[in-house]
């Protein structure tokens, strides 16, 4: 017997409301502010932000929970804290590390990017769901590995890295990032501070020589490990 044929709901319906809200996104919260970068406007128009926050505001101008007590910054912190770590050459083929995968999105964005990442996160609950999303949503090729563990020590295994983003705040840039920070430009960008407020600071690394750069208030949620803050 053939059932009859009951249409579905138009899946294309939903996923026109999302790329409408990315667009705005991209246009009122990235633009309107001064991010110019072609290349990373249109990475943030490709990721779909829905798939990896919780909420019901997946492109809102604000922060949002992540799962296991942890929140990913608004969208125009993460283009800021992108822009300010792109290596000079760009991010296609660039070895990096991400210190706090959290819901995998900032992973995301590099990959789109073409950036061949590493990403490491301390709460193992968090890692595999994030590795999940990433597949899911097509990132899952051999250049994105997420991790498992204390990112203050860094990743040495795949060491130097062109460029790494720490998302959680510490009261200073722990040793071994600058160790495994290439020593021909190799960019680090950090929220460095204390647990309330911090500071966005980039440093690059020419030789054993770091000039660092500080660029804005943020509230970042605390980097916890040997080399940052301790668990409460
Ligand atoms: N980049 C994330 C995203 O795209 O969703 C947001 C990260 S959230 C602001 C900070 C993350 O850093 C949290 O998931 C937290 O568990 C993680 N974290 C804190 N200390 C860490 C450490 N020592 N090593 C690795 N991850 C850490």
Same mark, same amino acid.
């Given at each position: ?25 991209v246009?009122?919260q990235l633009e309107?502010r001064?991010i ?5 406007l249109?990475?943030f ?31 125009y912190?993460?283009a ?54 990433? *597949?899911?949503? #097509? ?5 994105? %590995?997420? /991790? &498992?563990?204390?990112?203050?020590? $860094?990743?040495?295994? +795949? ?46 690394? *020419?030789?054993? #020589? ?5 660029? %804005?208030? /943020? &509230?970042?949620?605390?980097?916890? $490990?040997?080399?940052? +803050?301790?668990?409460?």
């Open positions: 017997m053939r059932w009859p044929h009951f249409p579905r709901p138009r899946p294309a319906a939903i996923v026109d409301t999302h790329a409408r809200d990315r667009a705005r996104m246009a009122e309107a001064g110019r970068d072609p290349e990373l249109r990475a128009g490709a990721v779909e932000r829905h798939r990896f926050v919780e909420g019901d505001e997946p492109y809102g101008d604000h922060a949002l929970p992540v799962g296991s007590g942890q929140t990913i910054s608004q969208p912190v993460v800021i804290m992108t822009t300010a770590a792109r290596p000079p050459e760009g991010w296609n083929g660039a070895n990096v590390l991400e210190v706090g995968t959290g819901s995998g999105y900032q992973a995301a964005l590099l990959g789109e990017l073409g950036a061949r990442l590493t990403t490491i996160e301390r709460h193992e609950a968090l890692a595999t769901t994030a590795r999940q999303r990433l *597949e899911d949503a #097509g990132y899952a090729d051999d250049r994105i %590995e997420v /991790v &498992v563990g204390d990112g203050t020590q $860094g990743w040495s295994a +795949h060491a130097p890295y062109r460029s790494i983003l720490v998302t959680a705040g510490a009261p200073s840039v722990p040793g071994p990032l600058l160790e495994q920070l290439d020593r021909s430009g190799g960019r680090l960008v950090m929220p460095v501070g204390d647990r309330e407020r911090q500071i966005l600071t980039v440093v690059v690394r *020419e030789g054993d #020589g770091l000039t660092t750069t500080e660029l %804005e208030p /943020v &509230v970042f949620v605390p980097l916890i $490990g040997e080399h940052g +803050h301790r668990a409460e």
